[in-house]
T-cell receptor, first 110, second 111 residues
Framework: AQSVAQPEDQVNVAEGNPLTVKCTYS??????LFWYVQYPNRGLQFLLKYITGDNLVKGSYGFEAEFNKSQTSFHLKKPSALVSDSALYFC????????FGAGTRLAVHP | NAGVTQTPKFRVLKTGQSMTLLCAQD?????MYWYRQDPGMGLRLIHY???????AKGEVPDGYNVSRLKKQNFLLGLESAAPSQTSVYFC??????????FGPGTRLTVL
């Protein structure tokens, strides 16, 4: 079955440190992959996407993600975390429609 | 542009009551979607529409109906609300099956 897994319910990072939010996928063919962010009491906002091309994708707010076909992963990264990055992050893959992971809560501590 | 808007923002229903959630978009998108978000389960697709006058079932359609009479509006109806339908509902729209734009959500509680 087509699916997306976010293995961590929560990630804790100190401000200024690099952060990684993990995502793996299982889908037939070439995947279209997305990251969305959800701030409290808000809808989801698009961060970045991978369709084709360079495996390193740069997105909004200094985030980037690396597509790794052999490991079927699309981890979200940022070199230096900010307290304002604290939010719920969703990985998603297109298979007919968007399939979302369960989400990872990122907490950045001062 | 307002983007995607949802009405109402909050609602409390009693079991068995009915209601309609309204989603409107001003981006001329063909595709529109209704999701529900529950803790630990991400977003699950309820129904979607690929154009005016069309609707299709998503992952969790039972207990919900939808209509897309106008391109800019997508209505989600609950005919007889149940406590299991307590959730946060998100509408989204897109110009293709790829990047979606989300509304702010409707928090529904069914007692």
């Amino acid at each position: 079955a087509q699916s997306v897994a976010q293995p961590e319910d929560q990630v804790n990072v100190a401000e200024g440190n690099p952060l990684t939010v993990k995502c793996t996928y299982s889908v037939s063919g070439n995947p279209y992959l997305f990251w969305y962010v959800q701030y409290p009491n808000r809808g989801l906002q698009f961060l970045l996407k991978y369709i084709t091309g360079d495996n390193l994708v740069k997105g909004s707010y200094g985030f980037e993600a690396e597509f790794n076909k052999s490991q079927t992963s699309f981890h979200l990264k940022k070199p230096s975390a900010l307290v304002s990055d604290s939010a719920l992050y969703f990985c998603a893959v297109v298979y007919n429609k968007l399939i979302f992971g369960a989400g990872t809560r990122l907490a950045v501590h001062p | 542009n307002a983007g995607v808007t949802q009405t109402p923002k909050f609602r409390v229903l009693k079991t068995g009551q009915s209601m309609t959630l309204l989603c409107a978009q001003d981006m001329n998108h063909e595709y529109m979607y209704w999701y529900r978000q529950d803790p630990g389960m991400g977003l699950r697709l309820i129904h979607y529409s690929v154009g005016e006058g069309t609707t299709a079932k998503g992952e969790v359609p039972d207990g919900y109906n939808v209509s897309r009479l106008k391109k800019q509006n997508f209505l989600l109806g609950l005919e007889s609300a149940a406590p299991s339908q307590t959730s946060v509902y998100f509408c989204a729209s897109s110009y293709s099956e790829v990047e979606q734009f989300f509304g702010p959500g409707t928090r529904l509680t069914v007692l």
